[in-house]
């Protein structure tokens, strides 16, 4: 069984408080939190949801890779557009009578990433719900007016990309199929980067 609310939010606290920035003035355990993002820099906002048997599945993805791709997906999308991770944001939807383990796990995953890319974990919300929700709001800092965007993409311009293009489509077709796959740590479908 899940942690009692208040219980499950210190315990993210405490987690949480291990990574530091500047950018963060008041994080865990307010209202609101409070950032500083400095002059000549623009804020960055990216908003990714997470619902069980949509984007995942227990039986195909351990917690701890859930958490893992739930928080890369926002870390992503800043990286995309120019820009450095400054802080994160995590609504959590549980079960009731999910296993606190499971929990533990996800909490794992995601903060591995919060220390990895030094963007502290400021806040979030938890709720019940009949499937796992997790919903992430990350914030990126770019200096002011080099956003790179899709809508100045013009032909001949280069594309980058980081790994092996359609690594993560062919692992999920193979689950679909029925394939059973190790999860491990190498594997970009489970921990991408």
């Known amino acids: 069984m899940v942690t009692p609310e208040r219980q499950l939010i210190e315990g993210f606290r405490r987690a949480a408080s291990k990574t530091v920035s500047p950018w963060v003035k008041f994080g865990i355990g307010d209202d609101c939190a409070v950032l500083q993002v400095p002059s000549g820099f623009q804020l960055l ?45 995590l609504s959590l ?24 890319f030094r963007t502290p974990l400021a ?4 709720s019940t719900a009949e499937k796992i929700t997790a919903d992430i709001v990350v914030l990126g800092r770019v200096p002011a007016g080099k956003a790179l965007l899709r809508s100045k993409a013009r032909p001949g311009d280069r594309i980058w990309v980081s790994g092996k293009l359609g690594g993560s489509a ?10 059973e796959i ?9 921990y991408p980067i």
């Open 45 to 89: 906002v990216t908003t990714d949801l997470s619902v069980e048997n949509i984007h995942f599945r227990r039986t195909w993805h351990p917690a701890k890779s859930v958490g893992h791709r739930c928080l890369a997906r926002g870390l992503s999308d800043i990286a995309a557009m120019g820009g450095e991770p400054i802080a994160c944001f």
């Open 170 to 179: 062919a692992i999920v077709k193979r689950l679909y199929s029925g394939e």
């Open 93 to 116: 939807a549980l079960p009731p009578k999910l296993p606190q383990r499971w929990v533990d796990n996800f909490m794992a995953g995601f903060l591995g990433l919060v220390h990895r």
């Open 182 to 190: 190790s999860p491990n740590a190498s594997n970009r479908h489970f």
């Open 123 to 126: 806040g979030g919300d938890t």
